[in-house]
Structure formats: structure tokens, C-alpha cells
């Protein structure tokens, strides 16, 4: 019995020493929280990830980022900076666009001179054919009256005499050997200054600007003056074309004195020893005296610093006789020397060329072909002429 209980002792210690050292292991391995991975950090698109942090690649495989060799630069972008194309040539470039616009007047007046028999039905189309184009009834009545002459003489007509006829009467109606020069050639240290004049919503701003690059493609140094101090989009759109062909924009706060910046922009121009100083003005058509006062006002203040080379005046060719009357109201207030023509790509009515320069009695120096940087081109009647007829 002894031994029995001796036995049961032993089982009954040995178990409570097992049943111990299993709770003891348990308490051990489940009591404690398991370790905490701490958060992968994973970098925004297009960024680095920090150095020395290690990041999973798309398969799974684990990479080590190496420190950056320096610091990031900032980017500076720098706006290019434009060459254009010099300006000569450039009516025969864009011929196809007069060629295009004005096949109706040309051709149409060809066709009409190259009938075997001209009888006074075909005189009136012809007559008719000119004013329709905007020649002007003057200039109109004395082309008609020279062919009928010639015709008389001549008798009947090749195509190619027709031809030669009809372009021999436009040059001399365009005026072939007006002096078109633009004035722009600097005075020793003093720039050449040209002030561009017309009523807003012709294209004035957009020439200035095209003029800036033209210039500046003939080898000139051009500082531009945004005088149109009334409208805020005319000086940014003038600043967008100075930046364009690294010209400086003078401008001057929104609604300021014109005649200020005007001012400004020519003394800019003496500093900076450029050729061309350009002026763009506001158009306000408000009354006769005030735009009088204005635009005089402009050139007298610049008259204290520089000569003004050159009067400007802006004309859409679109806008037929309401233009014209438009642009004798600038010619009564201010000395034009010559008329930048816009939209002649736009428009049937080529003859205003004609109508416009008797009305002013200033020649057509620029033309205005196409909305790009470089149509505006030298006008060269020649060119025009044969663009008209065909070849
Ligand atoms: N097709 C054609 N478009 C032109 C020509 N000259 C200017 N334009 C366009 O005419 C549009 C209107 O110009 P405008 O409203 O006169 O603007 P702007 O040039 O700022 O003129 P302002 O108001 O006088 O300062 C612009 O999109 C020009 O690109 C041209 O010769 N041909």
C-alpha cells in the first residue's frame, strides 16, 4: 500500500510539473503582441523614394535606393527665342493666298478683256467687275476709258495682249513707282520710331507685332512701345510678340497715359541703342478732338526724345467703304506716311489698294496675307498684279 501511494505521488508530480511548463510556454508565446512591421512607404509617382529606404519592385524583389549623388536643380524653363524669316520675297511666298482671294477680280476682268467682240454690255461688266472690287468710281471710269482707247487701236486681242493691257492700266492705277520704302533706319545713337495708328479691331496690334518680327528678321533690334493702354489684351498680346523674338515690351498700367509710355518706350529705345522703336496706340473712335488730342499728344512727346519716322495707319481690307472712312478720320488728326493692308487674303475686293491710296493719297507699304507670324509682307504691286491675272 506504502509503495502504491509512493507511485501515485511520483505521477502527481511529475504531471503538475508538465501541466506547468506547458501553461508557462503558452503564456510565453501567445500573451505577447507580435512584432509590428512598421509602414511601407511607397513614393508618389514620379518621385524618389528617400535614400536608403527599401522599396518593392513590381515582381516582388526587393531594392535598395541609393542616396542621390547632389541636390535637384530647379528647372528653369527659358522661352525659346524665335529667328524669323527676313521679309523680303515674301509677297511671292504668299501669292497663292492673293492668287486665291482675288481670282474673281483678276480673272474675271481678263476674261471679260479677251472676248472677240466688245460691245457696251461688256464694257458695263467690266465697269461693273472694278467697283465691285473696290477700285473706286475715279480710278474705275479712267481704267475703263484707257482700255476702251487701246482696244480701239489694238483691234483684236490675243489672250496675251489682253493680258499685258490689263496689267500695264492696274499698275498705273496701283502706282507702280510710289516710293514704298519703310522708313526705318536709326538716327546715329537714336532709333527710328514708327507709331501705328487705326481703329481697334483692325489687326493694329497683330501688325505691330508682325512688324516686330519682320524687322527683326532683316537684322534690326526692335524695342516696342504698347501704347494702347485702354484695352489690357492689347499690351499682353504685344508682350507675347516681343517675348517671342526677344523684343522688350514697354507698357504701362492698365487705363495710364498713352503719351507716357509712348515716351518711355523711345527712351528705353535711346538706352538700349536698338534701331526700331514701334508704337502701338489705342483706336478709340470716341470723338474727332479727343482721338486729335491723343494721338497728337502721342507724337509730341515723343518728338521731345526722337523723330517719328513713320505714321502707320491700320486698315482691314474687309471692311470696304466704313474702313475707309474710318481711316480718313486718322488722316485728318495725324501726318500718315503709309497703310498697312490687312486681310487682303480674306477678301474679293483687292481694288481698295487703289480706292484707299487716292483716298489718303499715302501708298500701301504693308499687306496683311494670313493670320501666321510672318504674312505680312512688303507690298509690292508687281507681284499683286500678277497674282490677279494669273500666269
Ligand atoms: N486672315 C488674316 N487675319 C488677320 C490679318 N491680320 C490680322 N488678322 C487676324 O485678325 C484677328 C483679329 O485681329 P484684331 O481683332 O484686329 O485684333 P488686334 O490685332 O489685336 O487688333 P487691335 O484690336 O486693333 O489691337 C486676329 O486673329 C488676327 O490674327 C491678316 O492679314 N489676315
New binding site residues.
Given amino acids: 500500500m506504502e509503495a502504491y501511494l509512493g507511485i501515485i505521488a511520483i505521477i502527481v508530480v511529475v504531471a503538475l510539473l508538465a501541466a506547468g511548463g506547458v501553461f508557462l510556454l503558452f503564456r510565453r508565446g501567445g500573451g505577447q503582441a507580435p512584432p509590428v512591421e512598421p509602414p511601407e512607404v511607397l513614393p508618389l509617382p514620379g518621385e524618389q523614394a528617400p535614400a536608403g529606404t527599401v522599396t518593392k519592385d513590381d515582381d516582388a524583389a526587393t531594392t535598395t535606393v541609393p542616396p542621390p549623388a547632389r541636390p535637384a536643380e530647379p528647372v528653369i524653363v527659358t522661352p525659346e527665342i524665335e529667328v524669323p524669316p527676313p521679309s523680303a520675297g515674301r509677297m511671292v511666298r504668299l501669292r497663292t493666298r492673293l492668287a486665291r482671294s482675288q481670282s474673281t477680280f483678276g480673272k474675271g476682268l481678263l476674261e471679260l478683256l479677251s472676248r472677240d467682240r466688245l460691245d457696251d454690255d461688256a464694257w458695263d461688266e467690266i465697269e461693273e467687275t472694278l467697283l465691285t472690287a473696290d477700285v473706286g468710281v475715279s480710278p474705275t471710269r479712267a481704267m475703263v476709258d484707257e482700255l476702251r482707247t487701246r482696244v480701239k487701236i489694238l483691234g483684236s486681242r490675243t489672250p496675251a495682249e489682253a493680258r499685258a493691257l490689263l496689267r500695264e492700266q492696274l499698275l498705273i492705277q496701283i502706282g507702280a513707282d510710289m516710293d514704298r520704302t519703310l522708313h526705318v533706319k536709326p538716327h546715329g545713337e537714336r532709333p527710328a520710331v514708327v507709331l501705328v495708328v ?10 505691330t507685332g508682325k512688324l516686330a518680327r519682320s524687322l527683326i528678321g532683316d537684322g534690326s533690334t526692335v524695342v516696342l512701345g504698347a501704347a ?1 493702354t485702354f ?1 489690357a ?2 499690351a499682353d ?1 504685344l508682350q507675347t510678340w516681343g517675348d517671342r523674338v526677344g523684343a522688350q515690351v514697354v507698357r504701362g498700367p492698365e487705363g495710364g497715359d498713352p503719351a507716357s509710355v509712348a515716351f518711355d518706350a523711345v527712351a528705353r529705345g535711346i538706352q538700349d541703342k536698338v534701331d526700331v522703336v514701334i508704337v ?1 496706340t489705342a ?1 478709340r473712335l470716341h470723338t474727332k478732338t479727343g482721338l486729335m488730342d491723343e494721338l497728337g499728344k502721342v507724337k509730341r512727346v515723343i518728338e521731345k526724345k526722337a523723330v517719328v519716322d513713320e505714321v502707320l495707319l ?1 486698315l ?1 481690307a474687309t471692311t470696304g467703304q466704313n474702313g475707309m472712312r474710318q481711316a480718313q478720320v486718322f488722316a485728318e488728326v495725324v501726318n500718315i506716311t503709309g497703310i498697312a493692308l ?5 477678301t474679293a475686293k483687292g481694288g481698295i489698294i487703289i480706292s484707299v491710296q487716292r483716298e489718303l493719297g499715302v501708298p500701301v507699304k504693308l ?5 501666321g507670324a510672318d ?2 509682307a512688303p507690298f509690292d504691286p508687281e507681284v499683286f498684279v500678277d497674282a490677279l491675272l494669273g500666269d
Avoid: I
Avoid at 490687312?342 to 480674306?346: E, W
Fill in positions: 487705326g481703329v481697334n479691331g483692325t489687326g493694329k496690334t497683330t501688325t494702347d484695352r489684351a492689347a498680346q502701338d483706336g491700320v482691314d490687312t486681310k487682303l487674303d480674306g499687306v496683311g496675307l494670313g493670320e504674312d505680312l
